[in-house]
């Protein structure tokens, strides 16, 4: 099965998208990796990791790792070159003609190596793809280039199909605008024919678009700037025929109409027979070929750095922008994907940037509210819920506002039995005792003040959440002149912010309504409302049972946040304040894994450093890169560790760490 | 074999059907042709009629011609009464008469036996020649011996299509083998009939490079048992397989330039046993073979002057700036695993 295979290894994990390793022809082919595309036109160029040609002659010419395609099956007749990997070319049968009952007109395997296309019927076909194939070329994707639900059902239903370990290559589809949305839904190989196409029409390829004959200075590439000159004058059109070395103008449609653009915009382009052709020997053709071949290229160098950064969706969100059917698409695979993507989606990263629309919808944050629905509940002691606004500085509590909240609430008693929870976006809400979790710790959004619908739906159903779960004697809000619709759709709240009140004056309203809420109120030991409040946070990690099962008899030691949990004499876990986490040792291991949650299973042998995907042989499908996690071995815990890959992940992988081991018996 | 092609055809029916009268003929027009290397005048009738019984079941993938079919078998005298009337329209000086049943002249279920000889009869005191067509399941000697002698050349047209089985299976869903249709074209010519072979160019699912290596492939292979061979280039019709493929931005009909290619290539391999040919329908459209608009009618007319002299010449002074556009697609196909547009 994996004998002849190619030894796929992911490095780093970024939801679908990824960098990985593999072995293949001997060498390592690192993800995600354009694949030059070289014809007679278009030779190698540079010296690319890895070409695809389109047979198996042109293959041989290159020192590269080489890929080339078959020819179809209706005209049998190509020959295998050793030493290249070759790419099952299937009867190109459209998306549109679906469903096809016969996946075997739908897959074509050659060893470790699949073709296979995509079906309007669904991806079923491919899920055999996942235990047996190291590498899945998906063809006729090229037609659904301008179709966003289509290509994303095509691309990531693919990617879902097959599991994370095969690899990945989306074939003839990718442009500079396109490739870090390949990247995220999971494909890691793509290659520049886009590139080769365009030039063929004189039109240049930008991250931002397409420009017929290329937009002088706009890129400071080898190619361009000996095209058009060190120093073009920028928006000259006829900088590319003036410039030295070129013997043509820039080609211009007839009409007026910015065809290469159309090019750009996938749809549309389909049936132009007018476009301009470039002659293959022209300084044109082989400047914006070089130059393209360099954008698309570049842009997965980006990519990968993003993936590894845990940035590659603020990235994809930047550069879906250059067309609408890439927002498009970035939508509906929010939309349709989200459970693959979260899957694979690290629970703990540096930073968030919520930047657009698209950012209300992205994993990260789509999973905290899913979290907070299904997982968080308000620590028992609160009676007064206090809604407070977010701030620039995280976690909030250090903040000056909330600072200025503390002094108003000065000599407020019960003290622990205030309930402070912000109002955010894209959040929603974020209860104090989560504020250092990812991403409420993490994320920055441009604040203009300005709320979006969506944003306040999302706010009062998290706060009408909050209040149906728990039995608050108040509810104050602090949040009012931003939000003031949060009065009639929560009952009884008590708003004591509006537009053009000073804020100490709303703190004043809000401290006397905390502490009518609070009359009559016994007493809050601090260190109940913090093992409550720790206990929130092991919800919201581990589950409610398993959190129970860790926190039985667990008292807090040490001041907030450096706290640490004791059973008796023994630890069973410390907060780490800058991750907002539980960090699990053995004995809180146990307790996690006896509740059956977040336990890897491994064979029986002696751990040795880390635990191996190779060696897992059961893992918790809950458990997400970055999670605390219990090793287990015949039925006993052997060690704590965090997970380096999904839960699923770690039983589809062969090769690559699953749990990093920091506690061991 | 190919179920999943049946279904996605029969998946494309629409329900539209003919409103004519069983007496009125769909339509009939004036056309050039060449009899014996020489130009003649042809008259083209569309027969009002039960259309093709292979169709019924799924039919071919490019096929249309099915909305204009009436839903049940007319009589006999209503078939003649549409020769009748369509001969009483002829043009002027026509020395053949094509009748297109969409389906099969020779097939008794669609054309009565005394209907087929009536029509024969009909056309003889008028005509020099007809063309009827036919799968070749229904050339028979019962079926076509009775319509021979009666002072009419009778010439059978067959949908070959292509010579590669596969693609005849797995594109065209044709229903029958490249040398079931050979051997119905030498049946028909033993019987003393002449042989006419249309090729289709650009079926689904196939490059253009594919397609016109498929068309010169399938022109050589009729050409020992043609008397014509019929390069026709894809026209979308309505309610068909191909017609989903070109709204899905999944197929577009072949160039004007890759017919200019099929006949070049195709012509020196043929030796001469069979007249190669081309008239495309719809060419210039949308749905339909074309360049990039400016050189259309040069290349048509260059097309029909190659088609009725064999001289390849009449390209040679072609040019047009859309061919090196259509040159880059051999280029750019073998690289793209799709059959859509590339460019």
């Known amino acids: ?665 | 074999m190919a179920v999943a092609i049946q279904k996605a055809v029969l998946g494309t029916k629409v329900k539209v059907r003919s409103p004519k009268p069983p007496e009125q003929y769909i339509s009939t027009w004036r056309e050039d042709d060449v009899i014996d290397a020489r130009p003649a005048v042809a008259q083209v009738v569309v027969m009002n009629s039960l259309g093709c019984i292979y169709e019924k079941s799924a039919g071919c993938s490019m096929c249309g011609y099915y909305t204009e079919t009436l839903p049940k078998r007319p009589p006999a005298e209503a078939y003649i009464e549409q020769i009748r009337r369509a001969v009483a329209q002829a043009p002027e000086g026509a020395e053949v008469l094509k009748i297109y049943t969409s389906g099969n002249f020779l097939d008794e279920r669609e054309v009565q036996r005394e209907a087929q000889l009536a029509i024969v009869k009909l056309a003889a005191g008028k005509y020099k020649r007809l063309l009827v067509e036919s799968r070749p399941e229904f050339v028979t000697e019962d079926r076509v011996r009775p319509l021979l002698g009666n002072g009419i050349v009778l010439e059978i047209a067959f949908g070959l299509e292509s010579a590669n089985d596969r693609v005849l299976d797995e594109t065209v869903n044709k229903g029958n083998t490249a040398d079931e249709n050979r051997e119905g074209a030498l049946r028909a010519r033993a019987y003393g009939a002449r042989v006419k072979s249309y090729l289709l160019l650009k079926p689904p699912f196939l490059t253009e490079a594919e397609s016109i290596d498929d068309c010169v492939e399938g022109a050589v292979f009729a050409a020992p048992f043609s008397d014509t061979v019929s390069v026709n280039p894809m026209n979308i019709h309505k309610g068909t397989l191909v017609e989903r493929l070109f709204y899905d931005g999944a197929y577009r009909p072949p160039w004007l330039w890759s017919v200019v290619e099929v006949m070049t290539r195709a012509i020196p391999r043929m030796g001469g046993a069979a007249r190669l040919m081309s008239a495309p329908t719809g060419a210039s459209t949308r749905r339909g073979s074309s360049n990039c608009g400016k050189c259309d009618a040069q290349v048509l007319a260059a097309i029909a002057k190659v088609s009725a002299t064999q001289d390849l010449s009449h390209f040679r002074e072609l040019r047009c700036s859309c061919r090196a556009r259509w040159r880059w697609e051999f280029e750019l196909a073998p690289l793209a695993p799709t059959a859509a547009p590339l460019s």
């Open chain 1, 1 to 665: 099965m994996a004998g002849s295979g190619f030894a796929v290894e992911t490095l780093r994990r970024d939801g679908l998208g990824r960098t990985a390793r593999a072995h293949v022809s001997g060498r390592d082919l690192l993800t995600p990796c354009v694949l030059q595309a070289v014809s007679r036109s278009a030779p190698a160029d540079g010296k690319p990791p890895a070409i695809v040609a389109a047979d198996a002659a042109a293959a041989k010419q290159s020192g590269a790792i080489a890929f080339h395609w078959t020819s179809s099956p209706l005209f049998p007749g190509s020959t295998h070159v050793e030493g290249a990997v070759e790419l099952p070319r299937l009867v190109p049968k459209a998306y549109g003609i679906g469903p096809l009952s016969d996946a075997a007109d739908l897959i074509l395997v050659r060893g470790a190596v699949a073709g296979a296309l995509p079906s309007k019927g669904g991806n079923e076909h491919l899920k055999p793809l996942a235990g047996s194939a190291d590498l899945v070329a998906l063809q006729n994707l090229t037609e659904l280039r301008g179709k966003p639900r289509e290509f994303v059902r095509a691309v990531a239903g693919a990617r879902e199909a097959i599991g994370p370990r095969p690899l990945l290559y989306g074939a003839a589809v990718a442009d500079p605008a396109s490739v870090s949305l390949l990247v995220y839904m999971g494909v890691d190989l793509v290659d520049d024919f886009q590139g080769i196409a365009a030039a063929s029409a004189g039109t240049f390829l930008y991250g931002f678009g397409a420009v017929s004959g290329g937009l002088p200075g706009a890129c400071r590439c080898h190619a361009c700037v000996s095209f058009f000159g060190s120093d073009p004058t920028p928006g000259s059109p006829s900088a590319g025929g003036d410039a030295p070395g070129s013997g043509e103008p820039a080609p211009r449609a007839a009409d007026e109409e910015d065809l290469g653009r159309e090019l750009g915009e996938g749809r549309g382009a389909a049936s132009r027979r007018d476009l301009p052709a470039i002659p293959q020997d022209s300084a044109l053709f082989r400047a914006a070929l070089a130059h393209n071949r360099g954008a698309i290229s570049k842009e997965a160098t980006v990519a990968a750095h993003q993936a590894s950064a845990g940035t590659l969706r603020e990235f994809v969100e930047s550069r879906v922008r250059a067309y609408p059917w890439l927002v498009a698409a970035l939508r509906n695979l929010d939309r349709e994907f989200y459970g693959a993507m979260e899957a694979l989606t690290p629970v703990w990263k540096e930073r968030l940037h919520a930047l657009s629309q698209e950012s209300l919808h992205r994993p990260e944050v789509r999973r905290w509210g899913e979290r907070l629905r299904a997982r968080y509940r308000p620590p028992p002691s609160a009676k007064v819920l206090l809604l407070a606004p977010c701030s620039a500085r995280k976690p909030y509590s250090l903040s000056r506002t909330h600072r200025s909240i503390d002094r108003a609430l000065m000599g407020v008693r019960p003290a622990f039995a205030v309930h402070r929870v912000v109002v955010t976006s894209p959040l929603g809400v974020v209860p104090e005792e989560l504020e250092r979790v990812f991403p409420a710790a993490h994320y920055d959004i441009p604040v203009t003040g300005d709320w979006v619908r969506e944003e306040v739906e999302r706010v009062e159903a998290q706060v009408r959440g909050l209040v149906e779960a728990h039995p608050y004697k108040a509810v104050v809000s602090l949040v009012g002149d931003d939000l003031p619709s949060l009065q009639t759709a929560i009952p009884g709240l008590v708003e004591c912010a509006a537009a053009g009140r000073a804020w100490d004056d709303s703190l004043g309203r809000a401290a006397e309504a905390v502490r009518a809420g609070l009359s009559g109120e016994k007493d809050v030991n601090p260190r109940t409302r913090t093992a409550e409040d720790l206990a929130s946070i092991a919800r919201f990690q581990f589950g409610a049972a398993a959190a129970e099962a860790l926190m039985e008899g667990a008292v807090p030691k040490g001041r907030y946040p450096w706290s640490r949990l004791f059973v008796g004499k023994e630890q069973v876990a410390m907060h780490v304040p800058d991750r907002g986490r539980l960090a699990l040792t053995l004995a809180g291991a146990a307790r996690v894994a006896a509740a059956d949650a977040y336990r890897v299973e491994t064979g029986p042998f002696e751990l040795k450093g880390d635990l191996f995907a190779v060696g897992v042989k059961a893992a918790d499908p809950d458990i997400r890169i970055g999670d605390s996690v219990a090793v287990v071995r015949e039925g006993r815990a052997v060690a704590a560790g965090f997970a380096r890959m999904g839960g699923a992940e770690m039983t589809a992988m062969r090769r690559g760490i699953a749990v990093d081991i920091r506690h061991k018996a």
